[in-house]
């Protein structure tokens, strides 16, 4: 079944997911996919791709960089979805319209150097505009379900022992592990007043904390009690 992408008569093709400007949604489709064939088959940890907040790095800096790309997405409506989510409805139809605009457009574009790129460009530039209005209409249905799905997480993570990951847990920083029954997930944490916990212990979930997207905790010892 392959075999046809190797065939001559797919050479223009080729060509064409391979040029700019559909090259670059090509690379970012080729990427979606192997993301979610990692995700699907449970071949490598996907926690590796997490950042360590471990040592001096200050978590407010980590805080206020998602709250930067939040606050991107939010403009362009790209919010209440998962990133990744996103990223592969973007890839999707950007490489569609990028091709189908190359491929029908290609007569039209000048074969001169300068002249070339820019052409490329004005059809890069349209197709990434185009392709965040229709990608912020597709998830327009979705989102509803996802914040649905964010309530009831909510509800299960309170109650629920953290294993810290980060250096130190106190008051202003901390991130922890939760095992779910299947990927464990990251949390941001807070301690309760002056209490701090180290890399390794078991902490409970007492309260969310929904406008900075983390939660409360307390020593598992205490919460038993």
């Not at 064939?37 to 998602?66: C, F, H, K, P, R």
Request: some cysteine.
């Amino acid at each position: 079944m392959f075999a046809i992408f190797l065939h001559e008569s797919m050479n223009p093709f080729h060509q064409t997911v391979t040029s700019f400007p559909t090259v670059i949604y090509t690379i970012l489709l080729i990427i979606c996919s192997l993301y979610w064939i990692v995700a699907v088959l449970g071949l490598v940890d996907l926690e590796i791709l997490d950042l360590d907040m471990d040592g001096d790095i200050d978590a407010a800096d980590s805080v206020a960089a998602q709250n930067g790309i939040a606050g991107v997405l939010l403009k362009l409506g790209l919010n209440g979805v998962p990133l990744t989510i996103v990223l592969t409805i973007i890839a999707i139809i950007g490489w569609i319209l990028c091709y189908y605009a190359i491929y029908f457009g290609g007569a039209l574009i000048p074969d001169f150097g300068l002249l070339e790129l820019a052409y490329e460009l004005v059809i890069f530039v349209a197709v990434t505009y185009l392709t965040i209005l229709l990608t912020a209409q597709v998830i327009k249905p979705i989102r509803t379900l996802f914040q649905k799905l964010e309530r009831d997480e909510t509800k299960h993570i309170v109650g629920q022992v953290i294993v810290v990951r980060s250096g130190v847990v106190n008051k202003d920083r901390g991130e922890g592990l939760m095992n779910d029954g299947g990927a464990s997930l990251l949390l941001q944490i807070r301690s309760t007043g002056k209490q701090e916990f180290v890399k390794g212990d078991e902490v409970v979930v007492i309260e969310q904390n929904k406008e900075r997207n983390l939660f409360r905790v307390i020593a598992k010892s205490e919460f038993s009690d």
